[in-house]
């Protein structure tokens, strides 16, 4: 491993050791989508075909894998020769968790998930040091390319968890009053997400503000009446769980 390496992909790729940024080293697309796709599988084997597709997509030339060797040589040289490794027919980024922000980023998730209700003070403060990670979509410019997409749709939703496990944090830490603005504004651009209207139910209720919540759970079952679904619990289970 290479000390003082640190690896960002929450964000637009960002490379530095010991706080010296080594963007300009990487160089353009080719190697940039190189590092990502390896970021995202880090300490696994990426078959070298799933890179030159990354890279190419379906019209690869006659010389992408020449090209492909001389992307992971030029990366070697700015992440370190031991950092990526070739492991039979494909290559693999090795570094440690604190080195990379999305390996970070899985392990508070986890965190954060498992102990929410068991924890809901540490579980905050865990969702706040995830949060703090993410600089702009994954992968930045490269968001929308189509070998980013499953890996960018598996950490956007592992984000959103993670928003909604810190929202229910503040809930149950009778923190209303930072979390039913944010439970608003999610509220309104996650209709169809139950567990935020829950949220948003139970946190008024505890607030005291009784009318908010029964026009709360109106807009939530009206949202849901949309798709033809009806509300899993009764405004007055809600209502119930906010006195507990």
């Known amino acids: 491993m290479n000390p003082g390496l640190k690896v960002c992909v929450l964000g637009p790729i960002d490379v530095t050791r010991f706080g010296e940024r080594l963007d300009h080293e990487i160089g353009g697309r080719n190697p940039k989508v190189t590092l990502g796709i390896l970021a995202l599988s880090a300490n696994r084997a990426v078959p070298v075909a799933q890179l030159v597709d990354a890279v190419w997509g379906d019209d690869p030339p006659r010389t992408a894998i020449p090209t492909l060797q001389s992307v992971i ?39 954060v998930l498992d102990n929410v209700r068991l924890d809901p003070a540490m ?15 994954v992968l930045g410019d490269l968001h929308d390319e189509v070998f980013a997409r499953p890996e960018v749709l598996r950490f956007d939703e592992l984000k959103q968890a993670v928003d909604e496990a810190r929202l229910e944090a ?3 830490l009778g923190k209303v009053d930072r979390a039913v603005p944010e439970l608003y504004a999610e509220a309104a651009q996650n209709p169809h997400r139950e567990h935020l209207w829950h949220l948003l139910v139970r946190a008024l209720y505890l607030d005291g503000r009784r009318q908010e919540a029964q026009d709360a759970y109106a807009r939530y079952a009206a949202a849901l009446a949309e798709t033809g679904l009806e509300p899993a619990v009764t405004l007055e289970q809600l209502a119930e769980k906010a006195s507990v």
């Open 73 to 111: 040589s030029r990366l070697r040289k700015v992440l370190g020769p031991e950092t990526i490794t070739r492991v039979d027919h494909s290559y693999q980024l090795n570094i440690e968790c604190s080195q990379l922000d999305v390996t970070n980023f899985e392990r508070l998730a986890g965190l």
């Open 170 to 172: 503040l809930v149950l």
């Open 123 to 137: 579980a905050l403060q865990w969702a706040d040091e995830a949060e703090a990670l993410w600089r702009g979509p």
